[in-house]
């Protein structure tokens, strides 16, 4: 699949190696151009390119960029015919983002993000993952320890073309349904950066309560603001697993 990747920080860069290992002719990008771009992340077959060229004659544009960015690249998306598949990593979290008024009173941040690119439709996938386990977590198909990953979509190809590239990447791909229901992969919900099987993911999804997500997200990022000035602390991805299971479970 001809693929492009607009950002390739944390979650990008990963999506930028191993892409483009399963066959895929990938394409990447970030805001300051592609010369600003890791030679390392280029390693696999991944070209560097700038954000329009990156979304020109792809099946499946891939967007990992912070949520508050994505007005920015509406024109981009606009322009894209109707066959290619967009595919958004993003999260909401109101102290990094600014606060979005229309997210804090219940639109899903995927519904947001459809209404900055004029209604064209995009699945939510990757973002439920966190970059240190998505960086070094990925398993064969069929390994009992492999990981899920829920992808949300309205548009049944969008959808398919997702969780499609979720297995590519050694992630088990979980339908989550309709964007409208993916409130239940944002943060603070039970799926959300808990790394769970593919079963747990669909209890996960079922047991989600939408007006506790959002404080729980915030109680979370409260204890790790707390702890990040703490020198005997190490806050990587395993702490961070296990406290959002304790939080969002
Ligand atoms: N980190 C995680 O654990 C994690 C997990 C799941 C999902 N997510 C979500 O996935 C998204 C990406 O997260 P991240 O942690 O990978 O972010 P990050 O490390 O901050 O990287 C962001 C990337 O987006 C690029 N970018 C920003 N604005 C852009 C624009 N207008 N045009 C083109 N490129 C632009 C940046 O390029 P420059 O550096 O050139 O500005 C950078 O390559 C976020 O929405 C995040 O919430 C993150």
Not at 57 to 70: H, N
Not at 100 to 117: K, L, P, R, Y
Not at 241 to 247: M, S, V
Request: with cysteine.
């Amino acid at each position: 699949m001809k693929i492009g990747i607009i950002g390739v920080g944390s979650i990008g860069s990963t999506l930028a190696k191993r892409l483009p290992a399963k066959g895929h002719e990938v394409k990447v990008a970030n805001s300051r151009g592609p010369e600003t771009i890791d030679a390392d992340l280029l390693a696999n077959g991944a070209q560097a390119v700038t954000a329009e060229e990156a979304a020109s004659d792809v099946d499946a544009l891939i967007l990992s960029i912070p949520l508050a960015a994505m007005p920015k690249l509406a024109p981009i998306i606009q322009a894209l015919p109707d066959e290619t598949a967009v595919i958004d990593t993003s999260n909401y979290y109101p102290h990094r983002d600014d606060a979005i008024e229309a997210i804090n009173n219940g639109q899903t941040e995927s519904e947001w993000v459809v209404e900055q690119f004029g209604g064209r439709t995009i699945a939510k996938a990757w973002n439920a993952v966190l970059a240190g386990v998505f960086a070094d977590q990925a398993r064969e198909s069929g390994d009992p320890e492999r990981i899920a990953i829920p992808v949300a979509a309205d548009d049944a190809r969008t959808g398919e073309i997702a969780r499609s590239l979720v297995e590519d990447t050694g992630f088990d791909a979980v339908d989550a349904g309709p964007l409208t229901e993916s409130w239940r992969q944002q943060p603070g919900s039970p799926v959300y950066c808990t790394s769970l099987s593919a079963d747990q993911v669909v209890d996960a999804l079922a047991r989600a309560e939408k007006d506790r997500i959002p404080p729980r997200r915030d109680l979370a990022i409260g204890v790790i603001m707390d702890r990040a000035d703490d020198p005997s602390m190490t806050i990587d991805a395993d702490y961070l697993t296990e406290l959002n299971r304790l939080i969002y479970g």
